[in-house]
């Protein structure tokens, strides 16, 4: 089913469109060896294998594939030779595609160098990690690097349907339900490998489910309806647009059973969202969000759990990412409670919008300039460090808001400390120090 030609291609429109140099890359003659080496970075299934094939057979240049996976040094300069024995002797062009670049070490990137920058390959590269991270400076320098994106729902429904009727792929033989064909698009989540591979299996169950039932005719084809692809692909078929109602119903359960400290239900959201294809970077910002919103200084260490998780989720992808992210949501749900400083943040936020702000006391004005002292700018300052416990008695807030307070902290976790110790500061900051302070 890899499509010959660029204009086969699903999705990436924004990389092959007139004069890009991908299409500029295919329409070059094979036997010009000059063209520029390319880095494609992007997710799983977004079509790098398949531009780099497309692009040596559009151009009829000879294709070679390796992964870093299973490829070192010595694959690599075999191929470099090859390579410049068929340039030097038949005058043709070489593509090398390598396959998870960033597996290779800087000793195995350095032995592309001479094969890129003498032109005896056009080096495609892929990778779903940051070049500027895991691609060697020299490489990087000498190749175009191209950003590929996740294929849409669109893209991925004109994948499967070419898929369908194809003579390359299914020739015809099925019959796809519109609700199987939205079920396999939604599943894949952009990856147009798992369309694919869900396409295939739901075939397979069809012709077999037809086979072994009474009464079916040669001439009828097999049809795959939603439910055949939920069986094919081992998953339960949720009711899950992303766009849609059960979307924003499912990440609001999701926020607020961490919220109310229940971490079966809100482990059993998270899977929810994480089989129904959500985007884990987006879960990831959310348990951020309820972190902050939710835990606050009940508990610290909430913060950086949810944002480190977010980091892993990033650095690692799925399915392994569902493992951080469930160690956070866990955590989460089970820590101590406080919505105190987001609640004191919105206070102040509205008291700013509704004008009541007044002007910044004289003593902690910039004082730094010229003329500042005249204008008594800094005047009655007391520096909090000079005094032997480091707080003072001095006014912050302006004339119109003295004494209010936005951040109240709950009695709850690490908060019941922060309360203690910011009663203590506020009396001593207002002039009421007992004589036990």
């Known amino acids: 089913m890899r499509p010959t030609r660029l ?20 329409r070059d003659d094979g036997r010009a060896p000059s063209a520029v080496s390319v880095i494609l970075w992007g997710p799983p299934g977004t079509g ?7 692009i040596a057979r559009q151009s009829g240049r000879r294709f070679v594939e390796l992964s870093a996976i299973t490829a070192g040094v010595r694959d690599v300069r075999e191929v470099m030779e090859r390579a410049l024995a068929d340039r030097d002797l ?4 070489t593509v090398l595609f390598l396959d998870e670049i960033h597996r290779f070490t ?5 032995a592309l160098l001479p094969g890129v920058e003498n032109g005896w390959v056009i080096l495609i590269a892929a990778t779903t990690e940051n070049p500027s991270f895991s691609v060697i400076a020299p490489l990087l320098s000498r190749s175009l690097l191209l950003t590929l994106e996740q294929l849409s729902d669109d893209d991925l429904g004109t994948l499967v349907d070419r898929a369908v009727a194809d003579p390359r792929g299914l020739k015809g033989a099925v019959a796809l339900e519109p609700a199987a064909r939205e079920a396999i698009v939604r599943l894949a989540s952009g990856d147009a490998r798992r369309a694919l591979t869900a396409l295939e299996a739901a075939a397979q169950s ?3 489910d037809r086979g072994s039932s009474e009464g079916a005719t040669a001439a009828e084809h097999p049809v795959i309806t939603a439910e055949i692809v939920a069986a094919a692909v081992d998953r339960a078929l949720l009711r899950y647009d992303k766009n849609g109602d059960e979307h924003y119903d499912v990440i609001s359960a999701f926020i607020k059973s961490i919220r ?8 059993h959201y998270l899977a929810r969202m994480i089989e129904a294809g959500e985007d884990p970077r987006f879960i990831a910002r959310r348990v951020i969000i309820s972190a902050s919103e939710d835990i606050g200084l009940a508990d610290p260490q909430a913060l950086p759990i949810a944002v480190a998780a977010a980091q892993a989720v990033q650095l690692i992808g799925m399915p392994e990412g569902r493992i951080p992210l469930a160690e956070a949501v866990v955590y989460l749900a089970t820590a101590p409670k406080s919505n105190a400083a987001y609640r004191g943040i919105d206070e102040a936020i509205a008291d700013v919008r509704s004008g009541r702000i007044g002007r910044v006391p004289k003593p902690l004005r910039d004082a730094h300039y010229p003329g500042a002292k005249r204008l008594g700018h800094g005047k009655g300052y007391v520096y909090p460090h000079d005094e032997p416990i480091g707080v003072v008695e001095q ?5 119109p808001l003295a004494g209010t307070e936005y951040y109240r902290p709950s009695e709850r976790g690490h908060e ?9 500061l506020r009396a001593i900051l207002r002039g009421r120090r007992g004589s036990g302070d």
């Open 416 to 424: 019941r400390e922060i309360s203690a110790r910011l009663e203590k």
């Open 260 to 267: 109310g400290s229940d971490p079966d239900a809100a482990l």
């Open 90 to 93: 038949y005058g043709s062009s």
């Open 7 to 26: 204009n086969e291609v699903a999705g990436q429109s924004h990389l092959l469109g007139p004069g890009s140099p991908l299409v500029s890359l295919a």
């Open 106 to 110: 800087k000793a195995q990137q350095d």
């Open 395 to 399: 006014q912050h807030l302006p004339d």
């Open 48 to 54: 790098k294998t398949t531009l780099a094939q497309a």
């Open 206 to 208: 069809a012709a077999s």
